[in-house]
């Protein structure tokens, strides 16, 4: 039996179940919102090439499995695959792979067959370690950077303490904490990689590496926040409405949170029947409100549920209210939770990647949006932050 021709004949059909068993796959987080064109990658030309070194003839394909598998590890560590989800889609090819095959193979003799799991097998467990390779390399690359990044900020950083500004400390000192694990990790990696090249693949060190791609994604987020608090400030944000589509918008949010509350097996609820068809507002700071509002309540709640409601009101003005069954915020802290920089001393309320800008920005935005926003909220019952914003928003040129 041809083998070789058999697997090139169903690398379509190979290609198009591992997409679909990728995308499915759970334990595979980072390829939900990927095309499948970019899981895909050069799949079928592997397969190809895998088809060469079944044909046991003298022009076996192996450089184009390696080149290939080289810039899968590439692609993959662009995309923010984890080690793990990068092991796991080459398990599921290896079973996607023998199921197909699996009515013709048993029409071959034992040693056949035992020839072809043989082949393949080797082959995938090269395409693995060249991707892991190019896919390491990518990350060490991606750690120099924050590494010189993260130093001269640290040093920026220590001026800025020395002035008694409160928000200008509390700000360095929020950013230097995922500066200094950056800074630590950084240096554990590069250290163990000059006294032992070898040790560049192995798990311990891979859980170093994304541990400060990890820290550098959240001192990028704080920084950014940041931003948008310096510029409300300074006054340099400004509106520009346009008519926009209210439900829309908010089911695009939900979409782009849902694996979020999903990771915690939380019910997403969307009540914006009596929401307004369009309004005249500034759609990026819309989402932005609700955007934070949603995942605010998701990240401070560990079951039940999160919900949006929308309604029309009176006086040409609509709603906005963001409800969940979290923790919950004491009355005391109810009146400051929209301050800059503001996070709940209690420390059952207090969650690790929150920078307490998330609130301040929202409040920020709905004063420039002229409309107002307030919270109801009881301890270990849950939160509800409404906004209330006019169907017309006003810009000195209108």
């Given at each position: 039996?041809?083998?070789?021709?058999?697997?090139?004949?169903?690398?379509?059909?190979?290609?198009?179940?591992?997409?679909?068993?990728?995308?499915?796959?759970?334990?595979?987080?980072?390829?939900?919102?990927?095309?499948?064109?970019?899981?895909?990658?050069?799949?079928?030309?592997v397969?190809?090439?895998?088809?060469?070194?079944?044909?046991q003839?003298h022009?076996?394909?192996?450089?184009?499995?390696?080149?290939?598998?080289?810039?899968?590890?590439?692609?993959?560590?662009?995309?923010?695959?984890?080690?793990?989800?990068?092991?796991?889609?080459?398990?599921?090819?290896?079973?996607?792979?023998?199921?197909?095959?699996?009515?013709?193979?048993?029409?071959?003799?034992?040693?056949?067959?035992?020839?072809?799991?043989?082949?393949?097998?080797?082959?995938?467990?090269?395409?693995?370690?060249?991707?892991?390779?190019?896919?390491?390399?990518?990350?060490?690359?991606?750690?120099?950077?924050?590494?010189?990044?993260?130093?001269?900020?640290?040093?920026?950083?220590?001026?800025?303490?020395?002035?008694?500004?409160?928000?200008?400390?509390?700000?360095?000192?929020?950013?230097?904490?995922?500066?200094?694990?950056?800074?630590?990790?950084s240096?554990?990696?590069?250290?163990?990689?000059?006294?032992?090249?070898?040790?560049?693949?192995?798990?311990?060190?891979?859980?170093?590496?994304?541990r400060?791609?990890?820290?550098?994604?959240?001192?990028?987020?704080?920084?950014?926040?940041?931003?948008e608090?310096?510029r409300?400030?300074?006054?340099?944000?400004?509106?520009?409405?346009?008519?926009?589509?209210?439900?829309?918008?908010i089911?695009?949010?939900?979409?782009m949170?849902?694996?979020?509350?999903?990771?915690?097996?939380?019910?997403?609820?969307?009540?914006?029947?009596?929401?307004?068809?369009?309004?005249?507002?500034d759609?990026?700071?819309?989402?932005?409100?609700?955007?934070?509002?949603?995942?605010?309540?998701?990240?401070?709640?560990?079951?039940?549920?999160?919900?949006?409601?929308?309604?029309?009101?009176?006086?040409?003005?609509?709603?906005?209210?963001?409800?969940?069954?979290g923790?919950?915020?004491?009355?005391?802290?109810q009146?400051?939770?929209?301050?800059?920089?503001?996070?709940?001393?209690?420390?059952?309320?207090?969650?690790?990647?929150?920078?307490?800008?998330?609130?301040?920005?929202?409040?920020?935005?709905?004063?420039?949006?002229?409309?107002?926003?307030?919270?109801?909220?009881?301890?270990?019952?849950?939160?509800?932050?409404t906004?209330?914003?006019?169907?017309?928003?006003?810009?000195?040129?209108?």
């Amino acid at each position: 039996m041809n083998f070789s021709q058999l697997l090139v004949d169903n690398i379509d059909t190979i290609t198009k179940n591992w997409v679909e068993a990728v995308r499915f796959d759970r334990q595979i987080s980072s390829a939900d919102d990927l095309p499948g064109s970019a899981i895909q990658d050069h799949l079928p030309d592997v397969l190809m090439a895998m088809a060469t070194v079944l044909s046991q003839s003298h022009d076996r394909d192996i450089q184009s499995i390696v080149q290939n598998s080289l810039e899968h590890g590439v692609l993959r560590a662009a995309q923010g695959f984890a080690p793990t989800e990068i092991a796991r889609e080459y398990r599921l090819l290896r079973q996607v792979i023998f199921s197909t095959l699996e009515a013709d193979l048993v029409e071959g003799t034992v040693r056949e067959v035992m020839r072809v799991y043989g082949v393949i097998d080797a082959t995938i467990d090269e395409a693995i370690a060249q991707c892991f390779k190019s896919y390491v390399e990518e990350r060490f690359q991606e750690i120099q950077q924050l590494r010189s990044s993260a130093e001269l900020t640290n040093q920026e950083l220590t001026r800025l303490l020395k002035a008694n500004q409160e928000n200008v400390s509390q700000l360095a000192h929020e950013l230097k904490t995922p500066l200094n694990s950056i800074i630590g990790y950084s240096e554990l990696i590069l250290r163990s990689s000059r006294k032992n090249p070898e040790v560049k693949d192995t798990v311990p060190h891979l859980e170093h590496i994304e541990r400060v791609v990890r820290n550098g994604r959240q001192l990028l987020r704080l920084i950014n926040d940041a931003l948008e608090i310096s510029r409300y400030e300074a006054g340099k944000m400004k509106l520009h409405p346009v008519p926009t589509d209210v439900r829309s918008l908010i089911d695009d949010v939900f979409q782009m949170l849902h694996p979020l509350a999903a990771v915690k097996e939380l019910q997403m609820v969307v009540d914006c029947e009596r929401a307004p068809e369009k309004v005249l507002t500034d759609p990026l700071r819309l989402q932005q409100i609700v955007t934070n509002l949603v995942s605010n309540a998701i990240r401070y709640t560990e079951s039940g549920s999160v919900k949006l409601t929308c309604q029309m009101l009176f006086d040409n003005q609509w709603s906005i209210a963001a409800s969940d069954t979290g923790i919950g915020i004491a009355p005391e802290d109810q009146l400051r939770v929209f301050d800059p920089f503001f996070r709940a001393d209690n420390s059952g309320t207090r969650v690790p990647d929150s920078t307490g800008l998330g609130l301040a920005i929202v409040s920020q935005l709905v004063k420039l949006m002229q409309g107002k926003i307030e919270v109801v909220s009881l301890l270990g019952v849950g939160s509800t932050f409404t906004v209330t914003l006019p169907l017309e928003v006003k810009t000195p040129a209108s």
